[in-house]
């Protein structure tokens, strides 16, 4: 072959690959826009639920042995809030799966000349934009509630650099829970199914994974604990926005800084892999 | 030149069969119909041809292209349009449209170019800017084939395309896809179960219960069955067809209230079954054999007979 085709042909499958990942990602963010009422319950049940879970439970909340004393409920609560906007987010770009589907526009998509990796690249990304738009939006308003008797001061202190280390490993969990999300979603043929997947499995693991109360430190519940990745999750944002526990103990419920990386990358890793094989197998599922 | 070669394909969804062992080919340049009734294995086959579904048994090259090895190749060469439209209903028209160039690997300029073209061919550019959803079957339907088109593709793949289009709407289609072969040299391969449509192609196969039962331009399936076509109405049709049988030696055929008899030389025949049944008989049509005739001359069973019962 010679070196002008070669280059021919780098650059049409460069226009076959990253066009497509972008006009995915593109018309995910399109479609959430278009629909009013999914912005709304996006940002508005998670900042519901902080207040409303951060009033009841003030008076029962017990602050783990790693946190400051004084830490309210609304406080340790904050980062698990920021967790269930991003799996809420990644669970509702990807039942889309199920939708488009059903009505027909995945067919559209399978027969074109996408690599499947370029496919599920596209779903991804749109979904974890979405995720961190209404994350950020909730890291803006959340703090803004203490003006209003509605949540703690926060006592946020953090440099620009902080920021940004804590938006970049949101955007690993985002990617991770979007592929897992996306993964149940291939092949479901009901959102309905999909809606049960989601109470037995990924609430439950949202909620085993420190974000909604700390899990004992022994017993069998922290073992399933220990193995839920989204432990990891949670753990690390928690030590990314918070200066004060950026140098606490390491404990079960909060491992150091590096393993709660590694163990985010590995999940990240394992759900991609696991959505890209799924979606690389030509089934009788395509045509359903 | 052959544009689709099907050797031997056999398809199974669990333990219902789809496909068995259908053999033929389509050349380039023509437009080939795959007539038969629902359930007879159209949409398998478009499915196959279309890369989304595996490959069980035997084997199928599209525009020299196995399907079960380089559906990469395959898939930049050819146009498909669904019968359930593939279209984004909360995006608008030309929104879908540069969404398809951009799956495509089109661009800029080119795709807008195109965008325009195909928009004014199928009579969508005042309506471009509306969101699929708000819609009448129709346009969206016009929609999907511009969408299938706008990577100018060497093989078109349509399934059931006058779907929901109203008569004037589908005369523009099929005048489209004639000025495609002959302007462009695209093959066309459309699925249908209307005969009329079936009129319209190059050469034709019918799919019956997962076979291809017959194979050829609509005059020659025509010509295969010969001469004229009787068809009669009677109160007894069973009592009438013994007569018939006693007195002229043909069987005829019976569906239903109606016999059916195909002969050369048909108006002879018409003229002395009037005379010797006159009070018999309550009509009686002779025609040329229809589409619908080869049908039933080649599967046993009428055309709508979705059970295959019909037949005595």
């Known amino acids: 072959m010679t070196s002008g085709t070669s280059d021919k042909s780098t650059h049409e499958s460069a226009a076959f690959f990253w066009l497509p990942i972008w006009t995915?990602?593109?018309?995910?963010?399109?479609?959430?826009?278009?629909?009013?009422?999914?912005?709304?319950?996006?940002?508005?049940?998670?900042?519901?639920?902080?207040?409303?879970?951060?009033?009841?439970?003030?008076?029962?909340?017990?602050?783990?042995?790693?946190?400051?004393?004084?830490?309210?409920?609304?406080?340790?609560?904050?980062?698990?809030?920021?967790?269930?906007?991003?799996?809420?987010?990644?669970?509702?770009?990807?039942?889309?799966?199920?939708e488009d589907r059903r009505e027909g526009f995945l067919q559209g998509v399978l027969v074109a000349p996408v690599p499947r990796l370029a496919l599920v690249?596209?779903?991804?990304?749109?979904?974890?934009?979405?995720?961190?738009?209404?994350?950020?939006?909730?890291?803006?308003?959340?703090?803004?509630?203490?003006?209003?008797?509605?949540?703690?001061?926060?006592g946020w202190q953090l440099s620009a650099g902080g920021w940004l280390a804590m938006i970049g490993f949101l955007t690993l969990v985002a990617f991770a829970l979007t592929a897992l999300g996306y993964s149940m979603a291939w092949s479901l043929d009901s959102t309905q199914g999909f809606h049960a997947l989601m109470s037995v499995f990924l609430m439950p693991m949202w909620l085993l994974s420190g974000s909604f109360f700390p899990v004992p430190e022994s017993g069998w519940l922290s073992w399933v604990m220990r193995l839920n990745p989204?432990?990891?999750?949670?753990?690390?944002?928690?030590?990314?926005?918070?200066?004060?526990?950026?140098?606490?103990?390491?404990?079960?419920?909060?491992?150091?800084?590096?393993?709660c990386l590694g163990a985010t990358c590995v999940f990240c890793l394992v759900t991609v892999t696991l959505a890209g094989w799924l979606t690389h197998r030509r089934s009788v599922i395509n045509v359903r | 030149m052959t544009a689709i070669c099907i050797d031997d394909l056999t398809h199974a969804y669990g333990e219902r069969q789809a496909l068995c062992g259908v053999t033929f080919e389509i050349r380039r340049g023509e437009i080939f119909g795959v007539l038969g009734p629902n359930g007879g294995g159209k949409t398998t086959l478009f499915r196959v041809l279309s890369t989304l579904l595996p490959i069980q048994s035997g084997r199928v090259t599209v525009l020299g292209f196995d399907v079960a090895a380089n559906s990469a190749d395959i898939r930049r060469r050819i146009g498909v349009t669904f019968q359930a439209p593939s279209l984004d209903r909360r995006l608008t028209v030309r929104e879908n449209l540069v969404h398809q160039g951009h799956l495509y690997g089109l661009s800029g300029r080119t795709l807008a170019a195109r965008i325009d073209d195909r928009l004014a061919r199928l009579g969508l550019s005042d309506r471009q800017h509306a969101l699929v959803n708000s819609l009448s079957g129709g346009l969206q339907r016009r929609a999907e084939i511009a969408k299938g088109m706008l990577h100018d593709p060497e093989l078109l793949l349509l399934d059931e395309p006058s779907t929901g289009l109203d008569p004037g709407a589908r005369h523009d289609l099929w005048r489209y896809l004639l000025q495609l072969r002959d302007e462009s040299g695209v093959t066309v391969v459309v699925t249908t179960h209307l005969m009329e449509e079936a009129e319209k192609c190059d050469r034709l196969g019918l799919l019956d219960r997962g076979k291809l039962v017959a194979?050829?331009?609509?005059?020659?399936?025509?010509?295969?069955?010969?001469?004229?076509?009787?068809?009669?109405?009677?109160?007894?049709?069973?009592?009438?067809?013994?007569?018939?049988?006693?007195?002229?030696?043909?069987?005829?055929?019976?569906?239903?209230?109606?016999?059916?008899?195909?002969?050369?030389?048909?108006?002879?025949?018409?003229?002395?079954?009037v005379e010797a049944f006159p009070n018999e008989i309550t009509s009686v049509s002779l025609g040329k054999p229809s589409l619908e005739d080869v049908f039933i001359a080649k599967t046993g069973h009428r055309f709508w007979d979705e059970d295959g019962a019909g037949v005595k």
């Open chain 1, 24 to 98: 995915l990602t593109l018309r995910e963010l399109l479609r959430f826009f278009r629909q009013r009422t999914r912005v709304v319950g996006a940002l508005g049940q998670p900042l519901i639920f902080w207040v409303l879970f951060g009033a009841g439970l003030r008076g029962s909340f017990q602050a783990p042995e790693w946190a400051p004393a004084e830490m309210t409920y609304q406080e340790y609560f904050f980062p698990g809030v920021t967790v269930m906007i991003v799996l809420f987010a990644a669970i509702f770009s990807t039942i889309s799966i199920i």
């Open chain 1, 121 to 154: 690249l596209g779903k991804l990304t749109g979904g974890t934009l979405l995720a961190l738009i209404q994350a950020a939006l909730f890291l803006v308003i959340g703090p803004l509630l203490q003006f209003v008797g509605l949540a703690p001061s926060l």
């Open chain 1, 230 to 259: 989204l432990t990891y999750g949670v753990a690390g944002l928690r030590r990314l926005m918070s200066p004060l526990l950026a140098d606490a103990p390491v404990s079960a419920s909060l491992p150091s800084l590096m393993s």
């Open chain 2, 215 to 273: 194979l050829g331009t609509p005059a020659e399936l025509r010509a295969e069955i010969g001469g004229d076509c009787l068809t009669i109405l009677a109160d007894e049709p069973a009592r009438l067809s013994q007569l018939i049988v006693g007195r002229f030696g043909i069987e005829p055929k019976l569906f239903g209230q109606s016999l059916r008899i195909e002969k050369a030389r048909g108006h002879e025949l018409l003229r002395d079954l």
